[in-house]
C-alpha cells in the first residue's frame, strides 16, 4: 500500500469509530476485507487510527472537521507535513483536497483542545494532579509502553527477559510490580515468541499487575473475579506462587467478553471456571470477590474478603 492509501484506509476505519463501532472490531473488519495489505500496511494503518483517536480534540482543530478525513488531515498537518501529498485521488489515495479543507484548520484553542481532555475533564485533572496535570495529560496522548506480565508458576523475571531476547524482544523488569516487564524493542514480535506461546508471559497493564500483587489469597480459597471481561486479573492471582489449592471462577455480565479465557488459562497452565450470567451465586460461598465494574482497565478495581458462608 502507498502512503495515501494507509491514509484512506486509516479514514474509513475512523469513521466506523465514529459512528459506534469498537476500534478493534473495526480495524479487524477492515483487515479481513483488506487481503492485499502486508503486516506493515495493517500495523501502519492500527498506528494511524490510534494515534488520531489518543489526539482526537487536537486533530480535529488541525484538520478543521471531527470526521475520520478531518482527523487524518489534522495527523499530517501535526506532523509538519503536506495532506496535499497524500490527498491526491490517485490510485487507492483520499480525494484532493477542496478548497475550504486546504484553508480549514486551527491550532487549539484552550487547554482542553490542547490537551485532548474533555473540558469537564480539566479542572477536575489540575486539582487532583496539580503540577503533574499536564505531564500525565501528554502521556495519555502518546502510545502506551507494551507490559508484560510474568507467570511466575511457569518462569522466572530473568528466564522470561532471556526467552524474549531469543525471539527478538528485549524487555526490562517494571518497578510497578514483582513480576512486570516493559517491552523496549521488538513489542509487536510479542505475540509470536515462545514465551508467550507457551504461557510464560501475557499481556498485562503495570496497573492491573500492581493492584493483583497487593491482594492476599489464603491457600485453599474460592476467589471470584465478577466483572472478568478478559480474565487478566484472575490469570494474574492464579499465576502466583504461594496460592496452590485455590480454586477460580471468573464471570461477566456479557460472558462473549469470557470467549478468549479457556485458550488463555490453558496456555498459562491455570483452571478457571467461565460463569454464565446468573450463574454465579450458584457456586457460592467465595472467599473472595474481585470486581473492577465495568472493567477500566486502570487496575484499581475492588477485592471483597468474604464472610464465612457469603
Not at 491550532?107 to 474533555?118: I, N, Q, S, V, Y
Not at 522466572?156 to 532471556?162: A, F, G, H, N, Y
Not at 496460592?243 to 479457556?262: E, I
Not at 478457571?272 to 450470567?277: E, K, R, S
Request: proline residues 6%.
Amino acid at each position: 500500500m502507498t502512503p495515501g492509501a494507509r491514509v484512506a484506509a486509516a479514514i474509513g476505519v475512523l469513521d466506523a469509530i465514529l459512528a459506534g463501532q469498537p476500534a478493534e472490531q473495526a480495524l479487524t473488519r477492515w483487515a479481513r476485507g483488506a487481503r492485499y495489505a502486508g503486516s506493515k500496511d495493517r500495523a501502519a494503518v492500527r498506528d494511524h487510527v490510534f494515534e488520531a483517536l489518543r489526539r482526537r480534540r487536537t486533530l480535529a482543530c488541525l484538520g478543521g472537521t471531527g470526521t475520520g478525513r478531518g482527523l487524518m488531515i489534522g495527523a499530517i498537518r501535526a506532523a509538519g507535513d503536506d495532506p496535499d501529498t497524500f490527498f491526491t485521488g490517485a490510485g487507492y489515495a483520499p480525494p484532493p483536497l477542496d478548497a475550504a479543507e486546504r484553508q480549514g484548520g486551527r491550532p487549539p484553542a484552550g487547554d482542553g483542545e490542547r490537551l485532548d481532555l474533555p473540558d469537564w475533564l480539566v479542572p477536575v485533572f489540575r486539582a487532583s494532579l496539580g503540577d503533574g496535570a499536564e505531564a500525565a495529560a501528554e502521556a495519555l496522548r502518546q502510545r502506551a509502553p507494551v507490559i508484560l506480565r510474568v507467570n511466575s508458576s511457569m518462569s522466572s523475571v530473568l528466564q522470561s527477559i532471556d526467552s524474549l531476547k531469543q525471539d527478538g524482544v528485549e524487555a526490562e523488569p517494571l518497578e510497578i510490580a514483582p513480576t512486570a516487564l516493559r517491552v523496549v524493542v521488538g513489542a509487536r514480535r510479542v505475540a509470536r515468541s515462545a514465551a508467550y506461546l507457551e504461557g510464560r508471559v501475557e499481556f498485562q497493564d503495570g496497573s492491573s499487575r500492581a493492584a493483583m500483587a497487593a491482594l492476599g489469597v489464603p491457600a485453599g480459597a474460592r476467589v471470584l473475579d465478577f466483572c472478568a471481561g478478559g480474565g487478566g486479573k484472575v490469570l494474574a492471582l492464579a499465576a502466583r506462587a504461594g496460592d496452590g489449592g485455590a480454586t477460580w471462577f471468573a464471570h461477566d455480565a456479557d460472558a462473549g467478553r469470557m470467549k478468549d479465557l479457556p485458550a488463555r488459562a490453558e496456555r498459562a497452565g491455570a483452571r478457571v471456571t467461565c460463569l454464565a450470567p446468573g450463574m454465579a451465586a450458584r457456586q457460592a460461598p467465595y472467599d473472595l470477590v474481585l470486581c473492577d465494574a465495568p472493567c477500566s482497565g486502570s487496575g484499581t478495581g475492588g477485592a471483597l474478603p468474604m464472610p464465612s458462608g457469603g
